[in-house]
C-alpha cells in the first residue's frame, strides 16, 4: 500500500492518488510542474524553498499551509486565490482528497516552538490515511493519530532520532511506516537501519529514500 509515495530527498514527498500531492519540495530536479497539491509544513529552508516550490507547481496547482506562514507565502510569490492556509485542528478538502492538520512541534528543543504553529497532515487519499508528521516529536496528538501509512522523521537534533522515532511509531502502530527527514541535512544514511532493527519487526519499515 506504499507503492504511491516516494521520497525525493530529506522531507520532500511524492504521493500519486487520484491527484498528484508533494509535501515540502526540496532539491527537485528540473521542471516537473506536476503537482496539483503542495503541501508545506513550516517556514524553514528544507521544508519550504520557494525555488523548488516553483519547479513542482503549475498552473492550477493548489498550496495548503500553516496559517502562521501567510506573510511568508505572500513574500513567495504563491497565489492567495489558491492557497488554502490552516490551522491544528482543521480538516480542508483538495485534490479530491480530504486533509487534516496535526500540530507539529518539539519537546525540550527550541526548533519548532508549538506557538509557531506548524503543522504535519493526515493525508486521506488513495483509500489510505497517510500522516505526514512534519518536523516534530513525539507529541500527545502524534501519538493520537490513526493512520495507515506513518510519514515520520528520524534524522535527530531538530526532530526525534531513529530509536525515538521507532519508539512512538510502536506506540501508534500504524499499518506501515516510511522515514524521512534524514540521509542529507541532517541524519546519517545509516538512521534507516537502527529505526527498523528498533521496531523489532513489529511494523514494517519500507524505505522510500535511497543514498
Not at 513550516?42 to 498552473?59: L, Q, T, V
Not at 490552516?86 to 480542508?92: D, N
Not at 493526515?122 to 500527545?140: E, F, H, Q, V, W
Not at 534524514?182 to 529505526?195: C, E, L
Request: proline share 6%; with cysteine.
Amino acid at each position: 500500500m506504499t507503492e504511491m509515495i516516494s521520497v525525493n530527498e530529506h522531507s520532500s514527498v511524492l504521493i500519486r492518488a487520484d491527484k498528484l500531492f508533494r509535501a515540502d519540495p526540496f532539491h527537485i530536479k528540473g521542471t516537473p510542474r506536476d503537482a496539483d497539491v503542495i503541501l508545506i509544513t513550516h517556514s524553514h529552508y528544507d521544508h519550504f524553498s520557494p525555488e523548488d516550490i516553483s519547479r513542482a507547481a503549475k498552473k492550477d496547482t493548489v498550496f495548503i499551509a500553516p496559517r502562521s506562514m501567510a506573510g511568508e507565502l505572500a513574500g513567495a510569490g504563491i497565489p492567495k486565490e489558491r492557497t488554502m492556509l490552516i490551522s491544528a485542528g482543521e480538516t480542508v478538502s483538495a485534490g479530491g482528497a480530504e486533509i487534516e492538520a496535526v500540530p507539529a512541534y518539539n519537546i525540550g528543543k527550541p526548533f519548532h516552538p508549538r506557538e509557531n504553529g506548524w503543522l504535519g497532515y493526515i493525508l486521506n487519499a488513495g483509500g489510505k490515511r497517510i500522516y505526514i508528521m512534519g518536523d516534530s516529536d513525539a507529541t500527545p496528538e502524534a501519538v493520537a493519530v490513526k493512520c495507515d501509512i506513518l510519514m515520520i522523521p528520524i534524522g535527530g537534533r531538530f526532530t526525534m532520532d531513529a530509536a525515538e522515532a521507532a519508539a512512538l511509531t510502536l506506540k501508534m502502530m500504524p499499518g506501515s511506516v516510511i522515514p524521512i527527514h534524514y540521509g542529507t541535512v541532517v541524519g546519517g544514511a545509516g538512521a534507516f537501519d537502527v529505526f527498523e532493527k528498533a521496531l523489532g519487526g513489529k511494523v514494517p519499515a519500507v524505505k522510500k529514500l535511497f543514498i
